[in-house]
């Protein structure tokens, strides 16, 4: 990368990543870079390793071989919460919220990784501004939200702990068409402040729609690559994972 | 008052500060519970250390003993600590992942060998230095306790229930595996009481007196005789109990026990290093028993290896009676055990005392197994 210098360094490199559950592998080699702004997708069927992806990058899962590397440092093999306090913050698939601690505990709880602990409140501020739903309910118990707004709430809590990068693991999942859009809405909202986005969604033509950079996942490799546009004007790929 | 109102009065008296140990004792199980969902059988020997340490630092003779061996282990302890995070973990992880656990079982074993070996010299020297007998505050005694059996408990956690984890054994073997460490817990104990004392039991000094201004004289009001230290017990322990209530709810490091009591994974995605919290709630719990336990050594006064036996029992119906995990219902359940008790032993004879507890842990089984305060699962805090 020093040779063009006019090309920054990607902010998240994997390189190679094989993951198994025991002697069975999810991932068979998987590399795939990340650049400045970008909302980048991985696309793919159920079970071609999109989820373990993401959670071998957040330290949840172990790599057996294999490189990550997050704004030019190696997190390879780092334990979980030590890769979240650098800022790579995982929405996990399913909202994943603390259904029984208050809507503003929930938002609070993941700030603690923070150094500018001055701009919480106005952060804090500024969620409740973008989810009016939840300052409204910030002291009900977080289980007593509906679908979409625990998933507003998963993604407040993301933004609340400053992401460096955002990986987002199915967001649209089980949720109603209408609040699908909601959310989509509201990922290009974030990716137009500049954060780079992770996505991985079985949504393909939503994912398609937003995304700079696409990568297609199947059965632990990637088969294809190629921005949103070259992607969607691939009859094959279309087919087979568009459904 | 007539004389059946001012016995009753009397046993509610008594009830209440014997409830106060119970639940302080059950809020250990609870909290252990709550956040991995495993029943820690080593705590009643937690509790029954509590008591010792205690004793032993209230008698002079025996003070000196106790402060020669904390020292000396204070000593050790943090060059061994250092060791083991700075040299013996990153070059066990450089060797083949097989041989990992093997290789650290036998450096492990020798250290501790080697460690012992240290160990008894400096204890020597100590107990040299140290005048022949001391008398130790009875509230520095209680510090003793609790910070005892908080070590004690953190202890068990590195060994009886992270290995386990680490590779992800049934909560069935982390359960039985907490027999085991109290098992050798009451054995050590066993052979310390022999030592110190030449026999398996030793006693409390009467009226203790926690705090120089506390009376220690028996309060009457009319029929009624209330010892200070029943109040002093029920002070201390509601005192512990509403502080614990404040840390879970307000602070930072409750509101990350909630979490990983909620979902491990979420939490160590949320940045919350799981382990580190795990430390904290063994270190909680297990100063909760050691406070316990020396609470009831002030009003029982006898101490043997084995009172945590029947204590025991006693917590477990109470955290099954209010809820398993449930911190508030551990509490509440501590209480009604208590009164069940005294009243079993006010109207019907002190030898069904623990007869009655198991009919009631039985009961509560068959007729509400979630307990009062009980929730579903994923509401457990």
């Given at each position: 990368m020093k040779s063009k210098p006019e090309t920054s360094h990607p902010i998240l490199e994997v390189t190679n990543l094989q993951t198994s559950y025991g002697s069975i592998r999810a991932l068979n080699g998987i590399s795939f870079r990340i650049m400045h702004g970008q909302v980048v997708s991985l696309i793919g069927a159920n079970g071609a390793g999109k989820s373990t992806t993401l959670n071998t990058i957040s330290g949840i899962l172990k790599a057996d071989t294999g490189q990550i590397v997050f704004f030019e440092e190696d997190?390879?093999?780092?334990?979980a919460h030590h890769i979240t306090r650098r800022h790579l913050i995982q929405v996990p698939?399913?909202?994943?919220?603390?259904?029984?601690?208050?809507v503003l505990e929930n938002l609070m709880?993941?700030?603690?990784?923070?150094?500018?602990?001055?701009k919480v409140q106005t952060d804090l501020e500024g969620i409740f501004e973008r989810f009016p739903r939840l300052q409204e309910r910030?002291?009900?118990?977080?289980?007593?939200?509906s679908g979409g707004e625990q998933q507003m709430l998963a993604v407040g809590r993301a933004l609340m702990m400053r992401p460096r990068l955002l990986m987002l693991d199915e967001?649209?999942?089980?949720?109603a068409p209408l609040l699908v859009n909601e959310v989509f809405a509201l990922i290009a909202e974030i990716k137009s402040q500049g954060i780079p986005i992770l996505l991985v969604e079985q949504n393909a033509r939503k994912a398609l729609q937003i995304a700079d950079y696409v990568y297609v996942l199947d059965r632990g490799q990637i088969v294809n690559e190629g921005s949103a546009q070259e992607i969607q004007q691939d009859t094959d790929i279309l087919s087979a994972y568009l459904g | 008052m007539d004389l059946l109102t001012s016995t009753t009065v009397q046993q509610i008296i008594n009830a209440v500060s014997v409830g106060a140990i119970y639940a302080l004792f059950a809020l250990g199980y609870a909290l252990v519970f709550s956040i991995?969902?495993?029943?820690?059988?080593a705590h009643s020997a937690i509790f029954m250390w509590g008591a010792f340490i205690g004793m032993l630092a209230l008698d002079p003779e025996k003070a000196p003993i106790l402060i020669a061996f904390s020292i000396a282990a204070l000593l050790l302890s943090i060059p061994s600590i250092l060791l083991e995070k700075r040299i013996v973990q990153p070059q066990l992880l450089r060797l083949p992942h097989q041989s990992q656990r093997f290789v650290g079982l036998i450096v492990r074993v020798v250290a501790l060998y080697l460690l012992w070996q240290i160990g008894r010299p400096i204890y020597g020297i100590l107990i040299g230095i140290l005048p022949e007998t001391m008398i130790i505050p009875a509230i520095i005694a209680f510090v003793f306790s609790v910070l005892g059996g908080g070590i004690l408990s953190v202890i068990l956690e590195f060994t009886a229930f992270r290995p386990l984890r680490a590779r992800n054994a049934a909560r069935l073997a982390q359960l039985v595996s907490s027999i085991g460490a109290a098992l050798v817990l009451v054995n050590v104990a066993q052979i310390a009481f022999d030592w110190l004392y030449n026999r398996t039991e030793g006693y409390y000094p009467r009226?203790?007196?926690?705090?120089?201004?506390?009376?220690t004289e028996t309060w009457i009001i009319g029929d009624l005789r209330i010892t200070p230290i029943r109040v002093v017990i029920l002070v201390i322990a509601l005192g512990l109990m509403v502080a614990l209530q404040y840390m879970v709810t307000k602070t930072q490091i409750g509101q990350q026990m909630r979490a990983v009591a909620f979902n491990q994974r979420i939490s160590s995605l949320l940045g919350i290093d799981v382990s580190r919290v795990y430390i904290v709630t063994f270190f909680l719990a297990g100063a909760f028993g050691g406070a316990a336990g020396m609470l009831f050594g002030m009003v029982f006064l006898n101490v043997t290896p084995f009172i945590g036996e029947s204590i025991a029992l006693v917590g477990l119906t109470a955290i099954v009676l209010g809820g398993l995990g449930s911190i508030n219902g551990a509490v509440l359940g501590g209480f009604i055990v208590a009164f069940i008790q005294t009243a079993s032993v006010t109207?019907?004879?002190?030898?069904y005392r623990n007869a009655i507890v198991f009919i009631l842990l039985f009961l509560v089984l068959l007729l509400?197994?979630?307990?009062?305060l009980g929730q579903a699962e994923e509401n457990r805090a």
């Open positions: 997190i390879t093999g780092l334990s698939e399913g909202r994943q919220i603390i259904a029984n601690m208050s709880i993941g700030a603690h990784i923070r150094l500018d602990k001055a910030r002291k009900q118990k977080a289980g007593s939200l967001p649209s999942m089980g949720l | 991995l969902g495993v029943l820690n059988l009226d203790v007196q926690l705090l120089p201004f506390i009376p109207f019907g004879g002190s030898s509400r197994p979630q307990g009062i």
